[in-house]
């Protein structure tokens, strides 16, 4: 279920149509009660401007494991490593491994895993 809702936030199947980090929040705080204001501040999150360059997808979960106290940040970036082969939005695109909707896909199937189980 948070897979579908962060792809269709991506694709804008959802309504409105989101960067890679808004995406995951939003299908987040859909599901757990994550305070919607954090879209706006995750704007700016998407297209490789993510902190450290960070996909901006895998940003996101980074930012809802660590707002729910969950230790599982380097569980996530391993996970999301195999997938997508990087973790900076710019090696993940020069890679051509995956397309941006399958890294939100792999971000949101973190969470998924970790608290939907």
Do not use: W
């Not at 989101?18 to 705080?29: D, H, M, T």
């Not at 895998?58 to 809802?64: S, V």
């Not at 660590?66 to 391993?78: A, G, L, Q, R």
């Amino acid at each position: 279920m948070l897979i579908e809702k962060a792809r269709n936030n991506f694709l804008g199947k959802s309504g409105a149509r989101y960067n890679c980090a808004q995406s995951v929040i939003k299908a987040c705080s859909d599901l757990f009660g994550v305070a919607p204001d954090l879209l706006k501040i995750h704007a700016g999150s998407g297209g490789g401007n993510a902190p450290d360059g960070y996909c901006g997808a895998l940003y996101a979960a980074l930012y809802i494991l660590n707002i729910k106290n969950n230790d599982k940040s380097e569980e996530c970036k391993d996970y999301f490593l195999k997938y997508a082969g990087a973790l900076t939005c710019k090696e993940i695109k020069s890679g051509r491994k995956v397309s941006c909707v399958v890294c939100v896909e792999k971000a949101a199937e973190f969470l998924n895993k970790v608290f939907l189980k």
